[in-house]
């Protein structure tokens, strides 16, 4: 690869110079995300804050002429190294690219560029009675070009899908610098193969997304929130299959462990009932009409599963007291060590149970304090682990802990990755749960997207 004098005098010649960062005190912090990526990582040699299409489309053309690794990067909030430099490179910011490009309240479609905060999407559909459902836990900061490259989720998964159901059309710039548009802005598309679909979740190993068209559909006219305690993880699972039963689809179904909710308790005090073992958190939505009828069966689904304490939120402002506490599980834990890991499983919702016990058996064993979270509707948990990254006997505990809650989600028939993705953190399990031949035919294409391997390389396999 070029030397890092030489990367910096030859982009001095593509970018404007105010576009364009250098010193490594400014380029630290891009070596980093929101995981524990470390010894995985360098610093970049160079961030350049694209602005345009074409900056991207030159900055990808000097790179893959003279074989500079690119990484593309949003808020940085991914949970997997997923826009770390392992092999050092050119960061490709987009922060500058926020722009709404077009929103049309009649085809419900909105063409947004990459770096738009997902939060901001959510508002602006809102203000016209229309919703954007995907709701990762970050949605106030993460972007959405990150969302596309994860394949981000959020508690709404269980009923409206995640980010790759709403997706129309991609722009992508290839590694050759070729500007390409893969769908169409219509919401059936059945010409050919859907290559947009393939990058999503791709990470930027395939192409760099520069623009999204992303689908709509019309917002809930009401919501409500029902909160039920539970003295068993098993009696909460009973709860979610009884509201199933019951022909109710509820817009999220998340939980909260013991620990969790202790540790939140702490953190924001909101009386949560930290007591008990396991608490659901239960979003219905529809016609305001229906919202008593649909909120007796999940009570009453709840009442036969067991639940000690069943609680309703009405007003706007107890749900979002309720989801604040949910959505502050991650920084309350940080309380508990100097640092603290999110994990992200996968199994059918019949597992769930031997899942979550799994997990607190396993970080019991190895010595961890864990608070686990996560989305029962679809089976999601998300185990968070305070520990000392620093202690060199705490992070080996922690490593061999990590491989024996991968090799039980795998078990029960899941998976490592619900919506977080690969990056670098899960890049050393793909081959447990990925055959041989699916894997070669992932690097087969990559290869036809990518051939000098320069878009986000050493991520998703090696």
């Keep these: 690869m070029l030397l890092k004098n030489r990367i910096e005098k030859d982009l001095k010649n593509i970018i404007s110079r105010e576009n364009l960062l250098f010193d490594k005190s400014e380029l630290y912090c891009y070596s980093e995300d929101s995981s524990n990526s470390r010894g995985c990582t360098k610093i970049p040699d160079a961030v350049v804050f694209v602005k345009t299409i074409e900056d991207v489309r030159r900055v990808i053309k000097y790179a893959n002429e003279h074989r500079v690794p690119v990484i593309s990067r949003g808020a940085g909030t991914n949970m997997v190294g997923a826009c770390t430099c392992p092999r050092g490179g050119i960061v490709l910011n987009f922060s500058k690219m926020n722009r709404i490009l077009d929103f049309n309240p009649i085809n419900m479609t909105m063409a947004v560029e990459p770096g738009v905060v997902v939060g901001e999407i959510k508002k602006i559909a809102e203000s016209q009675g229309l919703y954007y459902p995907p709701d990762p836990s970050n949605y106030k900061v993460s972007t959405i070009g990150g969302s596309i490259a994860q394949s981000s989720g959020g508690a709404s998964a269980f009923k409206y899908g995640t980010t790759k159901d709403y997706i129309l059309n991609l722009t992508v710039v290839l590694a050759d610098g070729t500007i390409m ?199 999601n948990i998300h185990p968070q682990i305070a520990l000392n990254l620093d202690n060199e006997e705490e992070f080996k505990r922690y490593y061999m802990a990590k491989a024996e809650i991968y090799d039980l989600a795998i078990s029960l028939q899941g998976t490592i990755s619900g919506e977080h993705g690969v990056g670098v953190e899960k890049l050393s399990y793909v081959g447990n749960i990925v055959n041989n031949s699916t894997l070669e035919y992932m690097r087969r294409i990559k290869s036809i997207f990518d051939p000098n391997n320069i878009l986000n390389p050493g991520k998703i396999f090696n």
């Design 181 to 379: 548009k893969l769908g169409a802005n219509t919401i059936k598309d059945a010409v050919g193969y859907h290559l947009n679909q393939l990058i999503v979740g791709s990470e930027g190993t395939l192409a760099i997304v520069v623009e999204a068209e992303l689908k709509l559909i019309p917002k809930p006219e009401s919501r409500r929130t029902i909160i039920g305690y539970f003295d068993s993880i098993e009696n909460a699972v009973s709860g979610v299959n009884n509201i199933i039963r019951n022909r109710i689809c509820p817009s999220t179904i998340d939980f909260m462990d013991k620990n969790s909710m202790l540790t939140v308790e702490q953190y924001y005090p909101c009386g949560i009932c930290y007591e008990k073992e396991a608490m659901l958190l239960i979003d219905i939505d529809g016609f305001e009409s229906s919202m008593e009828q649909q909120q007796s069966l999940v009570i009453e689904s709840l009442k036969k599963a067991n639940a000690s304490n069943i609680q309703a939120a009405k007003s706007a402002e107890e749900i979002e007291k309720v989801w604040t506490a949910r959505r502050s599980s991650f920084a309350a834990t940080a309380k508990l060590a100097p640092d603290v890991l999110s994990d992200d499983l996968i199994v059918p919702r019949s597992n769930i149970a031997k899942m979550v016990c799994g997990c607190k058996e396993i970080c019991k064993k190895y010595n961890l304090k864990v608070c686990l979270v996560g989305h029962l509707g679809d089976g």
